[in-house]
Every structure is written in C-alpha cells, then in structure tokens.
C-alpha cells in the first residue's frame, strides 16, 4: 500500500507541479469548501449558509463578461449578457475573438457559430496572413513569417528581420537587449497584475504561469500553488487551486479535481492493481 502510495505520488507530482495553470483544471463551485473561496471577487459561486454549501451562481445574474466567459462549460456571454451555455455549436461567432468573447471553451469557429478546441486549427494548416495573426491554435498562438504560418514558440520569434513587433499578450519588449521576451512574474510590477498570474502564449488554455506577491521587496516572484496562503489559494492559482479545508488555520492549497487529474490516477490504478 505504501508502495502504491508512493508511485502515485511520484507519477502525479508533475502533474501538480506544472510550470503553468492549465483553466480546464478551474475549481467547480462544489468543491470550494473554505466560505472565503466560494465568495472570493473572482468566484460565480454563492455560500448557502444553511447547508455550509457553495453553489453557482445563475448565469443571468453574473454581470461581469469575464467571469461569464470563463466559468467553465455553464455560461457563455452575448449581447451584453451572461447566458445558459449548451453547446459551442449554440452560440453565434463569426470569427475566433468573437468566439473568444463569449466562451474561452468554445474558441473556434466556421464563419457562423463556436466550436470547442477539438476543432482549432492547426497554423501550419492556414494559408490566410490575417486570419494567422493573432489564431490561437491549441498548441498556441500564430505567426504569419512572410512565407507561412508557423507556431510561435517564444516571444522572441516574433521580433525578425522581417517581421518588428512584441504587441502580442504574454510577451514583453526587453529594451535592454533589444528583444520581445516571453512574460515572466518578474516583470509584473504591480500586485493586482501578479495575483492574476503571468500569461504565456501557450499552449491554449494551459497558459498562466503562477505568481506570488513578495511583500517584503514589493517585487513578484515565481510561486508552487501548493505553497499559496489561505489568503492566495484560489484567487493566485487562477482558480485551479483551493483551500482544502473550511477551516484556515488547517488544510492546504491543493488542485481542483480535473478531468485530465482523475484519468491518470484512475488509469494507474488500473496498472497497479
Ligand atoms: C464539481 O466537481 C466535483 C468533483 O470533481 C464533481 O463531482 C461534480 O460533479 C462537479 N460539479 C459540476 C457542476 O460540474
Ligand atoms: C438556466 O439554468 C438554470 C439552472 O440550470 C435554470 O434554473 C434556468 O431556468 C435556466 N434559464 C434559462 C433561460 O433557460
Ligand atoms: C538579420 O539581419 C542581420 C543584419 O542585417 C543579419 O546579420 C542576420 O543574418 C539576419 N538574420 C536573419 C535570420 O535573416
């Protein structure tokens, strides 16, 4: 038994300790069992407090189009307002950043109606410059090189000879060195931008590097969710991450059970027994 315990804690530490929070793993309401994560300014969550329960919000009472269009497959945002999701296929979008716009599940589309990620294309699949710049293929942003469309694989590619631009999120402009460079938590110079992570260009979704407030010299740093106060848990993780006991004073920080989380452990399992 010990010894099961210890592969599963070998094989899924990477997992918990990847370099970037991954929004499909975001927490559901029903596992925010610590009352300040449930009504965190960053939840659509409500406390019942007969039951102890946290519970989502209604979709036509969020207001706010960012908590709308990222709180998992429940709500999408169109015209001004916080809507029932169904499917990707329900919602209208004639392009990407109106797709974008309403669902960050849905990000792809044909011209007329949103489509899950199963459907992004590929860049090296599109042939159009204008529709290559600024896609979000699963794997990342695009690039229009001249020539083709390629993947961007660091900030630094888009700063050529031919092409002099770092206009693109999760890139800054170095002006020591002369280069556009991949985001780092150090370049964030104010708290409320480090809580929210650093953001990376990719891979789609799985895009934000965990940061902490450094108190001590007003600078952010690189973070392990795991080591997130009470206070940081949910909000610093984009809410990957929660407070695992109702209690403060006990519990940790540890990872909303995903999807992805449970096929492995499920599958080891398997193996093992
Ligand atoms: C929330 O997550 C829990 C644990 O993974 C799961 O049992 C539950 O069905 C989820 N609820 C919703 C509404 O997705
Ligand atoms: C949206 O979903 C909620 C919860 O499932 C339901 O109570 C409500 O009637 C739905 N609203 C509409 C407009 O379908
Ligand atoms: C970019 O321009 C510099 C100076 O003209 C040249 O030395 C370098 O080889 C060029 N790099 C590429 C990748 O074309």
């Known amino acids: 038994m010990k010894f099961i315990a210890f592969i599963l804690i070998i094989c899924t530490a990477p997992v918990i300790n990847s370099l970037s929070l991954d929004f499909r793993n975001s927490c559901n309401c029903s ?14 969550c409500v406390w019942n407090s007969y039951t102890s329960e946290c519970t989502e919000t209604a979709c036509s009472s969020i207001e706010r189009s960012s908590h709308c269009l990222q709180s998992s497959q429940r709500c999408y945002w169109y015209n001004k307002k916080c809507k029932n999701f169904s499917s990707c296929e329900s919602i209208p979008g004639k392009s990407q950043s109106e797709c974008l716009q309403a669902n960050i ?15 992004l294309q590929k860049c090296s699949d599109i042939n159009d410059p204008d529709i290559c710049n600024d896609y979000y293929s699963s ?3 695009c690039m229009w090189n001249g020539q083709n469309c390629i993947i961007l694989k660091s900030c630094a590619d888009l700063w050529t000879n031919s092409t002099k631009s770092c206009e693109q999120s999760g890139c800054y402009f170095d002006q020591y060195s002369y280069q556009c460079r991949d985001m780092t ?12 992570g650093a953001p990376t260009i990719g891979p789609y979704l799985n ?38 006991s109702s209690k403060p004073n006990r519990g ?15 599958s080891l399992m398997t193996i093992i027994i």
Not at 31 to 44: G, K, P, Q
Not at 212 to 219: A, C, K, M, R
Not at 252 to 266: A, L
């Open 252 to 266: 940790g920080c540890v990872p909303c059970e995903s999807f992805i989380f449970s096929i492995i452990i499920v």
């Open 139 to 141: 794997k990342g942003k």
């Open 31 to 44: 596992e925010l069992i610590y009352l300040n994560d449930c009504i965190a300014d960053s939840s659509d």
């Open 105 to 119: 599940y849905c990000p792809a589309s044909n011209g007329i109606n949103c489509f899950s990620t199963d459907f």
């Open 185 to 196: 938590c150090s370049q964030l110079e104010l708290q409320s931008q480090c809580e929210l």
């Open 207 to 244: 895009n934000v590097i965990p940061c902490t407030w450094d108190t001590n010299s007003g600078l952010c740093k690189n973070a392990k969710p795991s080591d997130y106060s009470v206070d940081q848990c949910y909000t610093y993780s984009a809410r990957t991450y929660h407070w695992g």
